[in-house]
């Protein structure tokens, strides 16, 4: 059949260019990652500070969960959102302290880069995240 041919052939070229569209979204994350991200789900909170200043009253803290973490930041599901987006510490019990900023939100979703070098939050990964 002339017609189950040509739908054969549309099929496999789709096929190959879906392919090709896979593999060219593949190396581009890549090259927006510089950090192996992996996915956890670890209690957290982060403290709010205000004016830089350390006071009890100066400090909030909102709690939620790491869903996903590197060398260079996490992404984080807050139970409440923030307003504030510098001035920030995030404290995971297995890790420790990161001093970080909110560089995206969506809601109470929020993406931090933490202002550590990358080696020395790495140092603290490899401790619980062989693999990282």
């Known amino acids: 059949m002339i017609i189950g041919k ?17 593999s060219d979204d593949d190396a581009q994350y890549r090259e927006n990652r510089n950090f192996r991200r992996s996915r956890v789900v670890w209690e957290a909170k982060l403290k709010v500070y205000f004016n ?34 510098i001035d920030l510490e995030l404290h995971i019990p297995k890790l420790g ?22 080696e020395a939050v790495f140092s603290h990964l490899i401790q619980v995240l062989p693999n990282a």
């Open 6 to 22: 040509d739908i054969h052939d549309m099929l496999s070229e789709l096929e190959r260019s879906r392919a090709q569209s896979d």
């Open 52 to 85: 830089d200043v350390t006071l009890k009253g100066d400090v909030r803290e909102v709690h939620g969960v790491v869903r996903d973490i590197s060398a260079n930041g996490a992404k984080v599901d807050l139970k409440e959102s923030l307003m504030e987006r």
């Open 97 to 118: 302290v990161f001093p970080c900023n909110i560089v995206w939100q969506d809601g109470a979703r929020v993406g931090l880069q933490f202002k550590e070098s990358p």
